[in-house]
């Protein structure tokens, strides 16, 4: 089964900074996609930027870039030029890459970040 | 292009209940997903419909049941709630095919007392 590990529960951030929200996985799948999920107080999931695992090229998106390791399993997710509207809940998730294979999206626990204006 | 819509919002029930969500799809999107979203237990896999069939299920008791209909509008029921049901129930939806991302609708909040 695939597991999904993110272990820094908090982070914070001040205004117009770099952070970097870590994220591990584990499976013996070698066809896969991984994604970033933000989930503000709204409760509403919104996808932040996705990354298939086929791909060497790390996947990025306006503010938004992934530091994909497959050998390391890591996939972690950069947010550049912080702004207030960043703080929310970040999840991590994974899912399989076969074809016929389900849409079923494993997630970690998720990282709370905070920015400081 | 509207998003994918719940209904209701929130919801109250009392142990013993039984509750239906609803579950309406992107247009064009046939794969429906369901989420429960606790504290404690995080984001976990419910079920998946596609084309009216159940294609994959969580590891959930069978008080946990889902349809699907032909225009892709999902449900989901709930038997015999019990306190530990309360929670943030999230549909998504996706296009069929490898690697097509799911867009969450906005989530029921249910309430057992």
């Known amino acids: 089964a695939q597991t999904v590990t993110q272990s820094q529960p908090e982070m914070s951030v001040q205004e117009a900074e770099t952070v970097t929200l870590s994220c591990t996985y584990d499976t013996s799948e070698s066809d896969y996609y991984l994604f970033w999920y933000k989930q503000p107080p709204s409760r509403q999931m919104i996808l932040v930027i996705r990354q298939e695992a086929y791909k060497q090229q790390n996947a990025t998106e306006n503010r938004f870039s992934v530091n994909f390791q497959k050998a390391a399993k890591s996939f972690s997710l950069k947010i550049s030029d912080s702004q207030l509207g960043d703080a929310a809940m970040y999840f991590c998730a994974y899912r399989r890459g076969k074809l016929g294979a389900n849409s079923k999206l494993t997630f970690g626990k998720g990282i709370t970040l905070s920015v400081r204006p | 292009k509207a998003g994918v819509t719940q209904t209701p919002r929130y919801l109250i029930k009392t142990r013993g209940q039984q509750v239906t969500l609803s579950c309406s799809p992107i247009s064009g999107h046939r794969s429906v997903s369901w989420y429960q979203q606790t504290p404690g237990q995080g984001l976990q896999f419910l079920f998946e419909?596609?084309?009216?069939?159940?294609?994959n299920k969580g590891n959930f008791p069978g008080r946990f049941s889902g349809r699907q209909f032909s225009n892709s509008r999902s449900e989901m029921n709930v038997s015999t709630l019990e306190l530990g049901d309360s929670a943030l129930y999230l549909c998504?939806?996706?296009?069929?095919?490898?690697?097509?991302?799911?867009?969450f609708g906005p989530g029921t909040r249910l309430t057992v007392t």
């Open positions: 998504a939806s996706s296009l069929v095919g490898i690697g097509y991302e799911q867009y």
């Open positions: 419909y596609f084309s009216e069939t159940q294609r």
